[in-house]
Structure formats: C-alpha cells, structure tokens
C-alpha cells in the first residue's frame, strides 16, 4: 500500500499521467461525435470497436512512457539504490513497484471509461456486456505495456535511451510486427498453420481486438472451416489471458535479469 500511495503522489504531481489522460478523453469525444450519426442498432458497437481501434495506437505508447518513467525516476533520485541495498532485493522492489504502477495507471483510465460509460448511456442503445467486454479489453492492453514499460525503465540507464527504446518498442508491436507476418502469410499452409497462430496470437494487438470483436458479435467462432479451427485453436477469452501471463511474466524476469545494464546511473 506504500508503494500505490508514494507512487500516486509522484504520477498525480507530473503532467505525464494528466497529459495522456487528456488524449484519451479528447479521443473518446471526437469518436463520440463521428459515430453519433451511425445507425442506433448498430451505432454502440461501432463506437466501441472504433474506439477501441484507436486505443490500440495510443494507449500502449501511453503506457510504456508513464511506467518506464517511473522507473527512471527511482534511478535519477538514487531511491532505488537505497531500497535495493538496505531494504530489499530489486526483485521485492520491482514486483512491489509493479503492482504500484499497474494500479495508479489502470485506477486512472478505468476511472474515466466508467465515468464516460454515463456519456455512452445517453448516446447509444447502451449494452452492459458490450461495454464490459470493451474495459476488459483496456484492462489487459494497459497491463502489458505497463509491464514492457517497466521493463525498458530497468535496463535503460538514461532519459535518452529510455525514449528511443519506447518509441522503437511501441513501433515493433503496432507496425512492424504486422508486416512481418504479413511476408509470412503466404507460405501458411494446414500443416504449419498452428505453429502460426501461436507467434500470431502472441501478440497483444492481434488477441485483443479478437477478444473484443468476438464477444462484440463481430467475428463469430461458432462455424469456422478446418484452416481456421486449426488457426483459433483456444476460445479468445483463453487467448487474452495466455498472452497477458507471457507478457507480464517475461517482462518481469527479464527487468531481473538484464538489471544491471541500468544500474550505471
């Protein structure tokens, strides 16, 4: 609980956390605006996934930037050094300064979407199961590169470089990864098709928008062909929950074990 409230205290007083906080809430308003003239029955749906759409671009850059900053901060300050030499070892301190993080950054922007469900409600045939589906979706986006952050704070030894690496990082999964897998498509065949999927569903910006778009009724799952049932080999909600363990736990080991080329401070 120290951890959440010294961490609170340091993200309320920076401009980091109100800064992106003010692109989300500026995003979901011009989003609101265009889909208001969509058809009723369909037009919260289309908000959503539009919305959601959008998130995918900003919010994991937003994520790695806040939570790799703090990290930063500990090593500019020198309290890092004091805790993990006097108090406790870095892995307590970084599994203690991860939950602070995930819990202030998520506090924030769930906190935002619930209040702008209220806006939602008068806008749109408002559908609870939907919207939920949608904050989950948030949830586990933030989750992830609230992680990655953290990880590129630990091994990155100043400002400078922690920029670069945030920006190449938040480049690789939202572009260059897609272009990847584009070059390999045409070689997927039945017979590797699975070995595919699992690099494919692997990545966040793939297995999240599926998570939604299914429990949206976009995709249906229902009656797939035999390429595609092998391809979707696990129910998306299995898919989301895989991805974010992989993710979290190999970006916390990692901040372990590669600690010491940020250290240098």
């Given amino acids: 609980m120290n951890y959440i409230w010294k961490e609170w205290k340091e993200e309320s007083r920076s401009k980091g956390i109100w800064l992106a906080l003010s692109m989300v809430i500026l995003l979901s308003f011009f989003i609101l605006l265009e889909a208001r003239t969509l058809p009723s029955e369909h037009g919260f749906t289309v908000f959503l996934l539009s919305l959601f759409e959008m998130n995918v671009l900003i919010l994991p850059l937003l994520s790695i930037f806040i939570a790799s900053f703090s990290i930063i901060q ?3 300050l020198k309290t890092l050094m004091i805790l993990t030499t006097k108090q406790e070892s870095f892995q307590s301190f ?24 209220v806006v ?33 704070g630990s091994i990155c030894n100043t400002r ?15 572009f260059l990864a897609d272009l990847l897998f584009l070059y390999l498509l045409p070689n997927v065949s ?25 429990s949206l009724g976009v995709i249906s799952v229902d009656h797939m062909s035999r390429l ?12 989301l929950i895989i991805d974010t363990i992989v993710w979290v ?17």
């Fill in 74 to 76: 500990e090593k500019e």
């Fill in 94 to 117: 970084l599994f203690k300064k991860s939950l602070a993080v995930q819990a202030v950054i998520l506090g924030v922007f769930v906190a935002w979407y619930l209040l702008f469900a």
């Fill in 120 to 152: 939602m409600k008068f806008s749109f045939y408002f559908n609870m199961n939907y919207f939920m589906a949608f904050l989950l979706s948030v949830i586990f986006l933030v989750i992830i590169f609230n992680q990655i952050g953290l990880f590129l």
């Fill in 160 to 174: 400078m470089q922690l920029i670069g690496a945030n920006i190449f990082t938040w480049f690789v999964f939202v």
């Fill in 190 to 214: 039945y017979d590797n098709v699975q070995v595919f999927s699992i690099f494919f569903f692997l990545d966040p910006i793939h297995t999240i928008p599926f998570y939604l778009e299914t």
């Fill in 228 to 239: 595609m049932e092998k391809m979707v080999w696990a129910s998306p909600l299995l898919f």
């Fill in 249 to 265: 736990a190999l970006s916390f080991v990692l901040s372990i074990l590669l600690k010491g080329k940020g250290e240098r401070i």
